[in-house]
């Protein structure tokens, strides 16, 4: 049905998540990274092994394809530059990318172009901010952040007094950023084509641990108010606009104690926070990614039922060889979906695989998901 060949950089779960759905309509589909034992190298027989940051590997690779895709911000965009040069259709585009990779400039994009998002100014390492604070241009409490490499909260810093400051501070570039009161964090994804066309899908919400201070899961919809809903959707659809991208873009959000809703990041790729809508939506944002590459219509994104995500990580006390525990006691409760990734090896927090659980009543919906939660675990044999 599709003729074009799709190349995709990295080769992940969010990779695999993708092949899987494009499978549907035998799409031409190809990866690059590393190891064929990465998870999407399970699934997809095309899997060229290199380094997506590497220009020449990414320019090689990408003769091979049509259209040109991420799963993974961090690629060598020089690479896809130049192969936009050459013709090739790359969504995102490089450009949109390199604002993106760096938070530096992703702020002040928001900045130029009217959007939401706390406020921020740049700092070139530690002694410049220290030099700011002196100055009283940077005042306490703060959030740093690294303007390029960070992921997973890795590159963030809450700076909230003097003992922070001596041993939590970092010596990078940073975006020093207003520590923003948030009464919810939100994911909204939102999808683009070529055309123009744009479909949003209903918000999610972070389910904090008290205890671990941790997402302990990701709940849809959101339980906000309807207008509170209706700013969200359209503040991801004015963001993808002004970005002016194609294919899928999951935005991430505070909902403040006033109300307001801040742009915290983009991501210009599949999500984590997207990971329900294969088993709760119309169209998963998989086979929405595909639809936006071929610039055809866009699926709906209505959801079959309320969902919540849980992510499978690997359990702190163990590294090894992985084994599951307690499944089958939570594939015995109506409405349980696991997905396993494929990685051989679990290390602590790793991502190794996801649930979503969907049920109609919110109270059976949550016990649902604490079951599982206290029941399955990601342990080494
Ligand atoms: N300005 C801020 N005020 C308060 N909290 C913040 C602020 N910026 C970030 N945070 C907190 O830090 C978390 C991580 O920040 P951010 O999403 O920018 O980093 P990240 O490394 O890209 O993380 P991830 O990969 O998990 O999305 C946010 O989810 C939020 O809980
Ligand atoms: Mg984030």
């Not at 809508?277 to 219509?297: E, F, G, K, N």
Request: proline content about 4%; glycine content about 8%.
């Amino acid at each position: 049905m599709f003729k074009k060949t799709i190349g995709i950089l990295g080769g992940g779960q969010l990779g695999k998540m993708t092949a899987l759905a494009a499978q549907n309509w035998d799409v031409p589909l190809r990866f690059l990274d590393k190891s064929k034992d990465f998870p999407a190298g399970k699934v997809c027989p095309f899997f060229e092994e290199g380094d997506f940051k590497d220009y020449d590997d990414v320019y090689a690779f990408g003769q091979s394809c049509d259209i040109i895709t991420i799963e993974i911000e961090s690629v060598n965009t020089e690479a896809l530059h130049q192969l936009q040069k050459e013709g090739k259709t790359i969504h995102p585009s490089p450009s949109v990318l390199d604002i993106i990779k760096d938070k530096g400039l992703q702020k002040a994009f928001y900045e130029e172009h009217d959007l939401p998002t706390s406020a921020f100014i740049l700092a070139e390492n530690k002694n410049d901010i220290l030099n700011k604070i002196d100055k009283q241009e940077i005042r306490l409490p703060f959030v740093q952040k690294a303007r390029s490499g960070g992921y997973d909260g890795k590159g963030v810093a809450v700076i909230k007094n003097e003992n922070d400051l001596e041993n939590k501070l970092m010596d990078t570039a940073s975006v020093i950023e207003d520590l923003v009161e948030i009464e919810k964090e939100l994911g909204v994804i939102v999808v683009r084509n070529e055309s123009g066309e744009t479909a949003v899908y209903p918000t999610v919400e972070m389910v904090f641990s008290e205890e671990a201070n941790l997402v302990e899961y990701l709940m849809s919809p959101a339980r906000i108010t309807k207008e509170e809903e209706e700013s969200a959707r359209e503040l991801a659809i004015k963001t993808i606009e002004a970005y002016g991208a194609c294919g899928l873009l999951a935005v991430e959000m505070f909902l403040t104690p006033q109300g307001e809703i801040l742009i915290n990041e983009v991501a210009p790729r599949p999500h984590n926070s997207g990971h329900h809508t294969i088993d709760a939506c119309m169209t998963s944002q998989y086979a929405q990614l595909i639809r936006a590459l071929y610039d055809v219509p866009l699926g709906s994104t209505e959801m079959t039922s309320p969902a919540i995500m849980l992510n499978l990580l690997g359990d702190p006390d163990h590294t090894g060889n992985v084994k599951y525990v307690g499944v089958n006691e939570c594939l015995a409760l109506e409405g349980v979906k696991i997905h396993i990734y494929g990685k051989d090896i679990t290390k602590p927090y790793r991502k190794m695989g996801h649930v979503t659980v969907v049920d109609s009543n919110e109270e059976k919906l949550l016990e649902k998901a604490r079951f599982v939660k206290n029941t399955l675990k990601v342990v080494s044999d």
